[in-house]
């Protein structure tokens, strides 16, 4: 059965989607309906899934079913419709990666990039000014998802001396390890590789041009995503993955490569602020006052660390500045869920009024 061969000690070609005790666990709950597939891939609409690993191979068809009105993304474990013809249920993830939509009028709307991620990897370059502040919302992002981050610097073909760059985002990745790789000469290539031991589930984000894709293929052993070389001048690239993809490793593990990401927009937070800036934190819980704000309060140790050079200026300034926009996206998501309910109302309200007149 194929639940059974999915759960056993030696692992079948079917094992390597990724099944778990907590997936199991997740269609226990909704009583087991249906043959659960894993999403390797959306396409407007439309979900592409597969039961079995001949299916991702394409020895065997893949699922192909309608996801609209589904709240899906790659690396889900769904339930198809009895008709076989939509996304039915969606099994509890263990993580997700989840952004603010970029969408215009959709500043209020979750739009998740990627599900069931075990090592998110934060893919910066070399080559290009390193992006202190963007990685901050990046650890943001992660922390929030439930992966592991690791951050990685690509490109070091490039350069003669990648260190410079690499302490830099090690100063603001607060012992989130920082990887150096290239997809073009492969150092490092084998030791993000080990993170995929025991069929686990990679996922890589950056921005354009960073280098993700070469390192997805360096990863995967075959060219399964284009690439294309940056603009000249600004090393910024153009977007070469057009569609997130859940791509099999040799061996065993998962890889999701994902779109570049050119906004890196925060939802909704639970302790990823916290943990991005445990530094600054840290220093909080040693303020005189406990409403400090951190300003010109007497006996502020944020302010005494910056006094005393221990405590980037800067760090503050992000931290406020990411406080700011969870605050301001909370207001619009209350906003949205306000004008949600009167619409609900005025449309029950008709049926109401008329209900009342029949009953006099």
């Keep these: 059965m194929y639940v059974q061969s999915l759960m056993t000690a030696d692992p079948t070609p079917e094992a390597r989607l990724g099944w778990s005790d907590e997936f199991d666990a997740a269609w226990d709950v909704l009583g087991r309906p249906g043959t659960p597939a894993r999403v390797t891939r959306l396409d407007r609409g439309w979900s592409t899934a597969a039961h ?80 202190p502040r ?29 260190e410079p760059a690499r302490e830099a985002l090690a100063d603001v990745a607060l012992g989130v390890p920082v990887l150096l790789a290239s997809g073009i000469s492969g150092e490092g290539v084998d030791d993000i590789r080990a993170f995929s031991s025991g069929n686990r589930t990679l996922a890589f984000l950056g921005a354009s041009g960073v280098g993700k894709s070469t390192l997805v293929n360096a990863l995967v052993g075959d060219a399964l995503q284009a690439t294309s070389a940056v603009r000249e001048g600004d090393q ?30 925060l939802w909704l937070s ?20 406990r409403d400090c704000k951190h300003d010109q309060e007497p006996g502020c140790a944020v ?44 449309k029950r309200r008709p049926e109401a009024d008329e209900y009342d007149g029949m009953r006099e």
């Design 236 to 265: 910024r690239g153009r977007h070469t993955t057009v569609a997130a993809e859940l791509v099999p490793m040799p061996g065993e593990g998962w890889v999701i490569d994902t779109p570049g990401v050119r906004a890196v927009s």
């Design 303 to 346: 302010q005494q660390a910056i006094a005393d050079g221990e405590l980037d200026p800067v760090r503050l300034t992000a931290l406020d500045a990411l406080i700011d926009e969870e605050e301001a996206l909370e207001k619009e998501q209350k906003a949205r869920e306000k004008a949600a309910d009167r619409r609900s109302k005025d």
């Design 52 to 131: 079995s690993f001949s299916q991702v191979t394409g020895d065997d068809d893949p699922v192909r079913l309608r996801n609209i009105g589904a709240d899906i993304a790659v690396g889900d474990w769904m339930i198809p419709s009895d008709d076989g013809e939509r996304v039915e249920h969606v099994l509890e993830r263990t993580s997700a990666f989840t952004r603010r939509a970029s969408f215009d009028g959709m500043r209020a709307v979750s739009h998740t990039l990627a599900a069931n991620i075990d090592v998110v990897f934060l893919i910066h370059a070399l080559g290009m000014t390193p992006s």
């Design 270 to 289: 639970g302790n990823g602020i916290e943990r991005a800036f445990a530094d600054v934190f840290d220093l909080m819980d040693g303020c005189r006052f």
């Design 134 to 162: 963007r990685l901050e919302r990046e650890l943001v992002l992660a922390f929030d998802s439930g992966a592991e981050p690791i951050v990685v610097l690509t490109k070091t073909d490039l350069v003669d001396d990648p």
